[in-house]
């Protein structure tokens, strides 16, 4: 599956951006899917997951209540609405598929290019 990650941008602090994860190749319904994010000279970091079936998600702590993730199989699509943005969001946003594990940490079989994301303050 090819994914290919959209939606990033420039926003001031408190703003809000959707992010999108387009898939290609294969049905996204057979895949667990995950954003993560990797600011400079950080380490790659779990943001949201979303199950099969999209009846379970996951956030990291310190995006939960503000993300939402979401998915919708029609469109072959992922999405991560992200609300009250921090300056500290500012990152590289991934998006990743896995056919098999549903998880938090950053071992998913399948990745898309980055969209940047910027938060002034």
């Known amino acids: 599956v090819q994914l290919q990650a959209s939606g990033g941008g420039l926003v001031q602090a408190g703003g809000s951006l959707r992010l999108s994860c387009a898939a290609s190749g294969r049905t996204l319904s057979t895949y667990a899917m995950g954003w993560f994010r990797q600011a400079p000279g950080k380490e790659r970091e779990f943001v949201a997951a979303v199950s099969w079936s999209g009846s379970s998600t996951y956030y990291a702590d310190s995006v939960k209540g503000r993300f939402t993730i979401s998915r919708d199989d029609a469109k072959n699509t992922v999405y991560l609405q992200m609300n009250s943005l921090k300056a500290e969001d500012t990152a590289v946003y991934y998006c990743?598929?896995?056919?098999?594990?549903?998880?938090?940490?950053?071992?998913?079989?399948?990745w898309g290019r980055g969209t940047q994301v910027t938060v002034s303050s």
């Open positions: 990743a598929a896995d056919p098999k594990r549903l998880g938090t940490s950053p071992d998913y079989e399948y």
